[in-house]
């Protein structure tokens, strides 16, 4: 199993802003005007779906490749939808559109949709994960 080390900082830009680094890699992270942030960067809700969207789109990219079809581009658009306070036992709900281009059968589209499932990042949303909190 791959570790992978992110680490998240506050930025000094307004009470939310944050500096996310992984390797050589700087992101930015931030909530809405509307929620008290500055909407420096996307919510961590936002970088979550990029995530998964990201893990789709390079896991289609490696089978089609694989494969040898046609795909010459694709995109994923994605929504996550949290249910109210109030109800409890009411799980988040993910929704992915895929837009495929290219010279595809209609067997090799719905097989590239099959496969969408089974990106990492979607196999953990739907199987879980354990999480441990220690101070450092």
């Known amino acids: 199993m ?3 080390i992110v680490t998240v900082s506050e930025s000094g830009n307004g009470p939310f802003g944050q500096f996310i680094t992984t390797g050589h890699h700087v992101l930015g992270a931030d909530e809405l005007e509307s929620l008290g942030g500055r909407d420096t960067g996307p919510d961590p809700y936002e970088l979550l779906l990029g995530g998964l969207g990201a893990c789709t ?7 089609a490749d694989k494969h040898k079809w046609p795909l010459e581009h694709v ?5 996550h939808a949290r249910p ?6 009411v799980k988040d709900s993910f929704e992915r559109k895929i837009k495929l281009k290219g010279d595809l059968t209609e067997e090799q589209r719905l097989k590239l949709v099959e496969i969408a ?3 990492p990042v979607s196999r953990t949303l739907e199987h879980g994960a ?7």
Do not use: N
């Not at 789109?57 to 089978?63: F, G, P, Q, S």
């Not at 354990?130 to 450092?136: G, I, P, Q, V």
């Open 84 to 89: 109210a306070a109030h109800q409890s036992g």
């Open 2 to 4: 791959k570790d992978r």
């Open 75 to 79: 995109e994923v658009t994605l929504r």
């Open 130 to 136: 354990e999480m441990e909190t220690a101070l450092a």
């Open 57 to 63: 789109a390079m896991t289609l990219r490696l089978y």
């Open 117 to 119: 499932g089974r990106c």
